[in-house]
């Protein structure tokens, strides 16, 4: 047998990158095992509350509680709507027929804002459809707004028309008046 005779560069090579191997090994290990200075500060107490948006109406029920109006009555009644909540809100104004169609949609009503029943009306028509802004979310034409923990008052002037025939006489209806309420924070 012939001894095997390697070339120098070969073996240079062979050496050099076992020689790396060792070395990158050792220093991995070296830098896993090495002491460092650290520090943390913790920031406590940290805290989150929401606010509210909460409308009321004073009063809560019966505006209006009339029994023998006659053709040219008109009646008057003030409401006072409260935002006992933390934050602004905006609102609208709807009415809903409960009972008596017919003679909701004969009578009129007009709302103004402030005690009396005077000035520029908000809403100015018929019972059964009367509107303040509307109840779709978002800013709209003749919605309403209130800081929070503050009030307005309106005054609401039912009439029934002197114009109105005997289809109307001993008749009677029912509405609802909502109010219906979203913050105003975040909400164009």
């Known amino acids: 047998m012939t001894p095997r005779h390697e070339h120098p560069r070969r073996r240079f090579r062979l050496t050099t990158l076992l020689a790396l191997t060792l070395v990158s090994g050792s220093l991995g290990a070296g830098a896993l095992s090495l002491a460092?200075?650290?520090?943390?500060?913790?920031?406590?107490?940290?805290?989150?509350?929401?606010?509210?948006?909460?409308i009321s109406t004073t009063p809560a029920t019966a505006l209006f509680s009339v029994s023998t109006m006659m053709p040219g009555d008109v009646i008057s009644n003030t409401i006072q709507v409260n935002?006992?909540?933390?934050?602004?809100?905006?609102?609208?104004?709807?009415?809903?027929v409960v009972t008596g169609p017919t003679l909701a949609a004969q009578l009129q009503l007009d709302i103004y804002a402030g005690a009396t029943c005077t000035g520029t009306a908000l809403y100015s028509g018929a019972l059964?459809?009367?509107?303040?802004?509307?109840?779709?979310?978002?800013?709209?034409?003749?919605?309403?707004?209130?800081?929070?923990?503050?009030?307005?008052?309106?005054?609401?002037?039912?009439?029934?028309?002197?114009?109105t025939n005997n289809t109307?006489?001993?008749?009677?209806?029912?509405?609802t008046f909502t109010f219906d309420a979203e913050q105003t924070a975040n909400n164009p």
Do not use: H
């Open 168 to 175: 109307f006489q001993n008749t009677s209806t029912g509405v």
């Open 83 to 96: 935002n006992a909540g933390t934050g602004a809100l905006r609102y609208a104004i709807s009415t809903s």
């Open 128 to 163: 059964n459809v009367a509107a303040v802004g509307s109840a779709a979310q978002g800013a709209n034409t003749g919605d309403r707004t209130l800081a929070g923990s503050t009030n307005e008052t309106f005054c609401f002037k039912a009439t029934l028309p002197l114009s």
């Open 36 to 54: 460092m200075f650290t520090d943390s500060q913790a920031v406590t107490g940290n805290a989150f509350a929401t606010g509210t948006i909460d």
